[in-house]
């Protein structure tokens, strides 16, 4: 497998590094097709491994339960983000233009790399905007906060928080906007695809630009 992208991701995530092993990797990639074609609801250990022809067993060595896997795919996803968001920027001195890429980032996170072969990051992201809220809607979210589960989507939050300070020292409400914005940005997609009244994106060719101009509008207009 060519162009293998490593990313370290909590070990509480999993029982065995699927990114240590080739039974390991495909089982990722694997997981996030199936959940791309039949939703996370009807998942299941037993198709994926049907799909792979391999074994449930096999698979339970690597992740504890589907909830788990769920949230480490997304977690990659933030990760993956994050990984972007660093390289784009590191050379960038000027602190609101950094915060412009990042906008586009987050705003053409719906598309495949492909520099990177081992993961659809297209599908990946279908999967975040339609499942990551099933990562922490959950009963023991607090529980898994406190393990840590959602620390990726924190380290990119908190990236983002140190370009907003940047710009405007004074603003009281970092932290509420940038998870505003990085919300939005994956909301206001699946809005236009589903729910078209609920926003003024219009799903298609334009609508990166349509929600990039929304997000940028709004970041700058509120750090004025």
Same mark, same amino acid.
């Given at each position: 497998?060519?162009?293998?992208?490593?990313?370290?991701?909590?070990?509480?995530?999993?029982?065995?590094?699927?990114?240590?092993?080739?039974?390991?990797?495909?089982?990722?990639?694997?997981?996030?097709?199936?959940?791309?074609?039949?939703?996370?609801?009807?998942?299941?250990?037993?198709?994926?491994?049907?799909?792979?022809?391999?074994?449930?067993?096999?698979?339970?060595?690597?992740?504890?339960?589907?909830?788990?896997?769920?949230?480490? &795919? =997304? %977690?990659?996803?933030?990760?993956?983000? +994050?990984? *972007?968001?660093? !390289?784009?920027? #590191?050379?960038?001195?000027?602190?609101?233009?950094?915060?412009?890429?990042?906008?586009?980032?987050?705003?053409?996170?719906?598309?495949?790399?492909?520099?990177?072969?081992?993961?659809?990051?297209?599908?990946?992201?279908?999967?975040?905007?339609?499942?990551?809220?099933?990562?922490?809607?959950?009963?023991?979210?607090?529980?898994?906060?406190?393990?840590?589960?959602?620390?990726?989507?924190?380290?990119?939050?908190?990236?983002?928080?140190?370009?907003?300070?940047?710009?405007?020292?004074?603003?009281?409400?970092?932290?509420? &906007? =940038? %998870?505003?914005?990085?919300?939005?940005? +994956?909301? *206001?997609?699946? !809005?236009?695809? #589903?729910?078209?009244?609920?926003?003024?994106?219009?799903?298609?060719?334009?609508?990166?630009?349509?929600?990039?101009?929304?997000?940028?509008?709004?970041?700058?207009?509120?750090?004025?």
């Amino acid at each position: 497998m060519h162009n293998i992208l490593r990313i370290d991701l909590n070990e509480k995530l999993y029982l065995r590094d699927p990114q240590g092993t080739d039974l390991g990797r495909r089982l990722v990639a694997e997981s996030v097709l199936l959940i791309d074609k039949i939703g996370f609801e009807q998942f299941t250990f037993k198709k994926l491994a049907q799909r792979m022809e391999s074994t449930e067993a096999s698979l339970y060595r690597y992740f504890e339960n589907k909830h788990k896997l769920l949230v480490y &795919l =997304v %977690s990659w996803h933030w990760a993956w983000l +994050r990984y *972007q968001i660093r !390289f784009h920027t #590191h050379n960038v001195p000027d602190a609101r233009e950094r915060l412009r890429l990042i906008l586009g980032i987050l705003t053409r996170a719906h598309q495949d790399d492909p520099v990177t072969t081992q993961l659809d990051e297209a599908a990946l992201y279908r999967i975040v905007v339609h499942e990551a809220s099933k990562s922490y809607l959950t009963r023991d979210v607090d529980g898994d906060n406190r393990e840590g589960l959602f620390r990726e989507y924190k380290q990119l939050a908190a990236g983002i928080v140190t370009v907003v300070q940047e710009i405007n020292p004074a603003y009281p409400y970092p932290h509420a &906007l =940038v %998870s505003t914005l990085l919300e939005s940005a +994956r909301k *206001q997609l699946f !809005f236009a695809q #589903h729910l078209p009244s609920l926003t003024d994106a219009i799903t298609g060719d334009g609508v990166e630009n349509t929600l990039q101009a929304f997000l940028t509008q709004v970041a700058f207009a509120t750090l004025a």
